[in-house]
């Protein structure tokens, strides 16, 4: 086979192999009203926000991670005969196909612990998710001393999926 035959066959594979071994495409997952509460550097703080899976597959959020804290946990909280209680989510959470999981006081929340700086009202926080498969989203929690009115379509703290 001639050098230009040769070429000839390898372009002609690698246009065909794609079709084949094109690595599925993660999830549209999108965070919406994200936010955290002013905290002192030591201390420890906590995020919220509201995960949307606009995707055709569950999506599992396994992790997080931030600069500005030694570690970040998902935790659970609940209320059982009168006693709050609160546990880490070691097997992560998931986020069905279509679906909306709230990150809310009392609930589902992202535990910032071991602050390195003190988060501050007006400040922005950037913090990591971790899916399965690997996939990330970087989302900015704002510091509010209150809840943010949660509307439709919000913007405040809004990420897409990288």
Same mark, same amino acid.
């Given at each position: 086979m +001639?050098a230009k035959g040769?070429?000839?066959?390898?372009?002609l594979?690698?246009l065909?192999?794609?079709?084949?071994?094109a690595?599925a495409? $993660?999830?549209?997952?999108?965070a919406?009203a994200a936010?955290t509460?002013?905290?002192?550097? @030591?201390m420890?703080g906590?995020g919220f926000m509201t995960l949307?899976?606009?995707g +055709?597959?569950p999506?599992?959020?396994?992790?997080?991670?931030t600069e500005?804290?030694?570690?970040?946990?998902i935790h659970?909280?609940?209320?059982t005969d009168?006693?709050?209680s609160?546990?880490?989510?070691?097997a992560g959470?998931?986020?069905? $196909? %279509?679906?909306?999981?709230d990150f809310?006081?009392?609930?589902?929340h992202f535990?910032l612990l071991?602050?390195?700086?003190?988060l501050?009202? %007006?400040?922005k926080?950037?913090?990591?998710?971790?899916?399965?498969?690997?996939?990330q989203?970087t989302v900015q929690?704002?510091?509010?001393?209150?809840a943010?009115?949660a509307?439709q @379509?919000?913007?405040? %703290?809004?990420?897409?999926?990288e």
């Amino acid at each position: 086979m +001639s050098a230009k035959g040769l070429l000839a066959a390898v372009a002609l594979a690698a246009l065909s192999v794609p079709a084949l071994a094109a690595p599925a495409r $993660a999830p549209a997952v999108s965070a919406e009203a994200a936010w955290t509460r002013p905290a002192q550097t @030591g201390m420890n703080g906590v995020g919220f926000m509201t995960l949307v899976n606009t995707g +055709s597959r569950p999506v599992t959020l396994v992790s997080a991670r931030t600069e500005v804290a030694r570690t970040v946990e998902i935790h659970r909280s609940t209320m059982t005969d009168g006693v709050m209680s609160m546990r880490r989510q070691d097997a992560g959470v998931e986020i069905p $196909a %279509g679906a909306r999981v709230d990150f809310a006081p009392g609930g589902l929340h992202f535990m910032l612990l071991g602050l390195k700086q003190p988060l501050a009202a %007006g400040q922005k926080i950037p913090v990591t998710l971790v899916f399965d498969q690997g996939r990330q989203l970087t989302v900015q929690l704002a510091v509010r001393t209150t809840a943010p009115q949660a509307a439709q @379509g919000a913007t405040d %703290g809004h990420a897409h999926h990288e």
